[in-house]
């Protein structure tokens, strides 16, 4: 840990101008962003009384070993560099919301010719009448499997459409009647667009002209006698009133808004928000979080609305009014925020309303939201308690038995896996604090003479991610310092040598082709700092392979071990004999729980992987069929079985596959079948 008396800058080097500093560790990391309209009366609040600090903030000023600032212009500035920044590094002692999902919506496509209901997220799409959010999903999917009782519109993909609509048999929702079933003409497309409209009607809280002429058509049915009618008439009733109890009116049905609510203690914080729309309560979401500093609840708003807010890509979708608990000191520029990230969406010039409800409905409800807030909280503490204590306990266990000099916070487990030596892959995955952290697992190919065992393949995975760690080491050590007063140096450019330098180290948990060239997720790829701790699936001859790879690449004080799995040993680099925890440890249950998740992430790696080349292999003496062909057919089918299966108008359908291909694929794969053996007579 570091003296924070050690970095402090005099105080005459810090201006007093409003702007965003940096707290950064040994290793490079970010650890803490804040913002301030005064830098150096916030800095020196740090360094003044060390000893009397929050403990987290205690903590934080201990684990860095120098801070930076940057001047902005105003305090709007100041909101976005902040936000930008806690983005870009997520710091570990910033207040970070866990939640960032995008809301789900109930979406009607009424710019197709037979239109769908879909769950959606993400970006408006025009021509698409939304109705939510809703939350968790499984409201949303509820509703919608209640209303297709009543309005059996369409809700299949398109593949499946084409698929019902080329055999002239309807998937199983039309057979069970959730589906009018417009692909084999069960209904004509000006009656299927109707019914969807009925469906939107009902959905944007307009049931009563729907369920009066429901009504009359069951009394009608009664008077004609038709009690089979009857009856499904009376079930559809009920269905629109069991959707609209879910979905109870709270307020005006002309109220949009998002009401967030705290309940809160020393260390840690909940927060709730119901999101009311046309006056009805349409989701619920919730977060807990660990407190940093001494944070108030204006504080707290603040950095709730930047992560819930900044993090949408659907802006225009944030509510005119947001209602909370206490405003924040920066109100006014919280609130322009808002209204630049709605108008940037293209809603034009946005209102919105940030404010306290203080009398009626809304403060009533703001209560209620409070009340599932200090719910949550409780529900969290009582079983966090437990769970804190048994992952400390396993952790402490763990660095007693291995002799380890420090803690273990960061362990790195990997592991390989292939068939008889072919597709050999290899596996990284992390825990830290005793928790997975998905978000830094890589997954690696290995190739060439490095796949010839499973010594050698470890030894290249070893000496691939370390050898990217000490490159990256080199890059922050050799870094010119940010100037105290310049504008932040933007990071290198994403280029294509310097993706292919990220896959050599080995390729984020993500598809390759999914990678976002941006800034924040280049900082994400990067292997910033080293484990406390690496684990290998293996025995002796995998631990000391691992701990050769580390001492020719000049790491000599990092501990290594293997988990075999015949007796569950834990296996030291150089020693005859392994380490027998006892059976009961929960230091050999986090073991075996990092060993296990690696070779679940192997595994489902090289069956990708093996299924593809299986795919491809079929199809390489296709004649006339490249590479760029090949890859869609493999993409479109993903497996050797599928694509037998198909018929020839389905193969067709493969984006710049023409007939006589097609025609050549479904001969080829057809000579490839043998043809049974007739029987003998």
Not at 197 to 202: A, L, N, P
Not at 299 to 316: F, I, K
Not at 542 to 549: D, F, G, K, S, Y
Request: glycine fraction near 6%; proline fraction near 6%.
């Amino acid at each position: 840990m570091a003296d924070p008396t050690s970095y402090r800058p005099r105080t005459g080097e810090i201006p007093t101008n409003p702007g965003v500093y940096r707290f950064i560790d040994p290793h490079g990391r970010v650890v803490y962003v804040g913002k301030a309209k005064n830098l150096r009366a916030r800095l020196n609040s740090y360094f003044a009384r060390v000893a009397t600090l929050h403990p987290k903030t205690y903590a934080m000023v201990h684990a860095a070993s120098s801070v930076e600032w940057t001047v902005v212009g105003s305090e709007l500035e100041a909101i976005q560099l902040e936000y930008t920044w806690i983005k870009q590094h997520t710091p570990r002692f910033n207040i970070m919301y866990r939640d960032d999902k995008s809301y789900p919506y109930l979406a009607v496509t009424m710019n197709e010719k037979y239109p769908r209901v879909q769950v959606m997220r993400g970006d408006k799409k025009p021509g698409v009448k939304y109705f939510g959010p809703f939350y968790p999903a499984k409201a949303i999917r509820e509703t919608v499997d209640t209303m297709l009782r009543v309005f059996p519109v369409r809700s299949c993909s398109a593949g499946v459409f084409k698929r019902a609509k080329a055999s002239g048999r309807p998937c199983l929702l039309g057979y069970i009647g959730k589906c009018a079933a417009p692909c084999v003409g069960e209904i004509s497309e000006e009656d299927h667009r109707r019914l969807a409209e009925e469906f939107c009607e009902v959905m944007a809280g307009r049931p009563g002209p729907q369920v009066r002429r429901i009504t009359n058509e069951m009394k009608a049915a009664v008077a004609e006698l038709r009690y089979e009618d009857a009856g499904r008439h009376r079930d559809d009733l009920e269905a629109i009133r069991r959707v609209f109890e879910r979905n109870s009116v709270v307020l005006s049905e002309d109220t949009e808004a998002d009401i967030f609510a705290f309940a809160e203690d020393e260390l840690e914080a909940a927060a709730q928000v119901f999101h009311v729309r046309q006056g009805r309560i349409r989701g619920q979401r919730g977060w807990v979080v660990e407190k940093v500093e001494e944070t108030d609840a204006g504080a707290m708003v603040e950095q709730l609305l930047m992560q819930v807010y900044g993090s949408m890509a659907d802006t225009e979708r944030i509510p005119p009014e947001v209602l909370v608990p206490a405003l924040p000191d920066n109100a006014e520029e919280m609130t322009a925020w808002l209204r630049q990230l709605r108008s940037d969406s293209g809603e034009g010039k946005a209102q919105i309303s940030l404010r306290v409800p203080q009398r009626g409905d809304k403060a009533a409800l703001l209560g209620t939201v409070q009340e599932n807030a200090s719910q949550a909280l409780a529900l969290h503490k009582a079983r966090r308690n437990s769970d804190i204590t048994t992952r400390s306990a396993a952790l402490r266990d763990l660095q007693e038995a291995l002799g380890a000099a420090e803690p273990l916070l960061r362990i790195e487990c990997f592991d390989i896996s292939h068939t008889s030596g072919t597709n050999v892959v290899a596996s990284m995955v992390v825990l830290e604090d005793g928790l997975a952290k998905k978000r830094d697992y890589r997954r690696f190919s290995i190739k060439g003479d490095a796949a010839r065992d499973d010594t050698s393949a470890m030894y290249d995975v070893i000496t691939r991610r370390f050898a990217r760690h000490l490159k990256d080491q080199a890059q922050s050590d050799a870094a010119v310092p940010v100037a105290e007063f310049a504008e932040p140096v933007p990071a290198d450019p994403v280029t294509p040598e310097s993706v292919a330098s990220d896959a050599a180290a080995g390729e984020p948990a993500e598809a390759a082709e999914a990678r976002d060239s941006t800034v924040v997720e280049r900082e994400a790829e990067r292997f910033a700092y080293p484990p406390s701790l690496v684990v290998v699936d293996g025995g002796q001859p995998q631990v000391n392979v691992a701990r050769q790879a580390l001492d020719d690449l000049g790491i000599t004080d990092l501990p290594v071990v293997g988990l075999a799995k015949r007796l569950e040993e834990v296996w030291l680099p150089g020693d005859d004999f392994p380490l027998v925890l006892p059976r009961s440890s929960e230091a050999l249950y986090m073991l075996q729980r990092i060993r296990d998740e690696a070779h679940r992430f192997a595994i489902a790696y090289h069956r990708s992987k093996r299924s593809k080349a299986m795919t491809a292999s079929a199809l390489d003496e296709v004649p006339g069929l490249g590479p760029s062909r090949r890859a869609a057919v493999v993409a479109h089918f993903g497996s050797v079985a599928n694509l037998k299966k198909a018929s020839l108008e389905e193969i067709i359908e493969v984006p710049g596959l023409g007939r006589d291909t097609a025609q050549k694929i479904l001969d080829h794969l057809t000579a490839e079948t043998p043809a049974p053996a007739n029987d003998p007579a």
